[in-house]
C-alpha cells in the first residue's frame, strides 16, 4: 500500500518567494495534518483537517501560511511570502480515525530559504 | 498547553547495550505510541498501546503504557548499530479530535 506521499521532497528557495509544498493521505484516512519540525521546536502541529475540514489551525505561525484540502486525496501547504526562519522540515501525516488509530508520516519535505 | 516531557534528550551506548527512554504528561491520555526517526525520512510507528498497564513488544523493543496514564517508557535490548535514530513518544487525550501530542525526541548513537 501507498503510504503519504509528499512532494517536493527538497526544496531551496530564495526569501520572498513563494512556495508550496503538497500532500496524498493514505486513501481511506479521514484526518489529515500538517507538521514542522526544527532541531530547536521539535515536531510541532501547523493544522489538521478532518473529512477535508480544518479543525485546528492555531499551529500556523503566522498569516504567511496557509494550508488547504480540496478534496480528500490532496492538501497543500503554502507559505507567501517564505522567510529564512521558514526552513524546516514540514511533514504530512494521515490517520484513519479516532479511537485505536496511529498517525502515519510521509518522508517530508525539506525547504530552505536563503 | 500540554506537553509531554521526554528523557533521556540523547543517549550514547555500546552496541549490545540497553537502552531505556520514557516519557511523562500532566494530563491522562488515552494512547500512547512510540516512534522512531531516521536520518533523512519521516517518523515511523514502533508500537502502539492504548490501555492502562499494557506491555506490548516488537522484536527487541518494548513499552509500557503506565498504570496513572501519565507516562510511558520503551526499552531497546540489546542495542545494534542501526537503532541509531531519534524516538518519539506522542499522546493522544481524551476529548481530543485525534490530534497527537509529541515528546521533543530522545537521540540514541550506538557504538559498534
Known amino acids: 500500500d501507498a503510504g503519504v506521499i509528499q512532494s517536493p521532497r527538497h526544496e531551496v528557495t530564495e526569501m520572498g518567494q513563494e512556495v508550496t509544498l503538497r500532500c496524498k493521505p493514505i486513501?481511506?484516512?479521514?484526518?489529515l495534518f500538517w507538521y514542522r519540525q526544527t532541531m530547536m521546536r521539535g515536531l510541532e502541529l501547523l493544522i489538521y483537517?478532518?473529512?477535508?475540514?480544518?479543525?485546528?489551525d492555531s499551529g500556523m505561525p503566522e498569516d504567511r501560511f496557509s494550508a488547504k484540502m480540496p478534496n480528500a486525496s490532496f492538501s497543500t501547504l503554502k507559505i507567501q511570502p517564505s522567510e529564512p526562519r521558514d526552513s524546516a522540515v514540514y511533514f504530512c501525516?494521515?490517520?484513519?480515525?479516532?479511537?485505536?488509530?496511529?498517525?502515519?508520516f510521509g518522508e517530508g519535505s525539506w525547504l530552505t530559504v536563503v | 498547553g500540554q506537553q509531554l516531557n521526554q528523557s533521556p534528550q540523547s543517549m550514547f551506548i555500546q552496541e549490545g547495550e540497553d537502552v531505556s527512554m520514557n516519557c511523562t504528561s500532566s494530563s491522562i491520555f488515552n494512547t500512547w505510541l512510540w516512534y522512531k526517526q531516521d536520518p533523512g525520512e519521516g517518523p515511523v510507528l514502533l508500537i502502539a498501546?492504548?490501555?492502562?498497564?499494557e506491555l506490548t513488544s516488537n522484536g527487541r523493543l518494548t513499552a509500557q503504557f503506565g498504570i496513572t496514564r501519565k507516562d510511558s517508557f520503551l526499552n531497546i535490548s540489546a542495542s545494534i548499530p542501526s537503532d541509531v535514530g531519534i524516538y518519539f513518544c506522542a499522546g493522544q487525550t481524551e476529548g481530543s479530535q485525534g490530534n497527537l501530542i509529541f515528546g521533543k525526541g530522545t537521540k540514541l548513537s550506538v557504538k559498534p
Open positions: 498501546l492504548y490501555k492502562a498497564g
Open positions: 486513501s481511506g484516512h479521514d484526518y
Open positions: 483537517f478532518n473529512n477535508n475540514v480544518p479543525i485546528d
Open positions: 501525516a494521515s490517520r484513519p480515525g479516532v479511537t485505536g488509530n496511529t498517525i502515519y
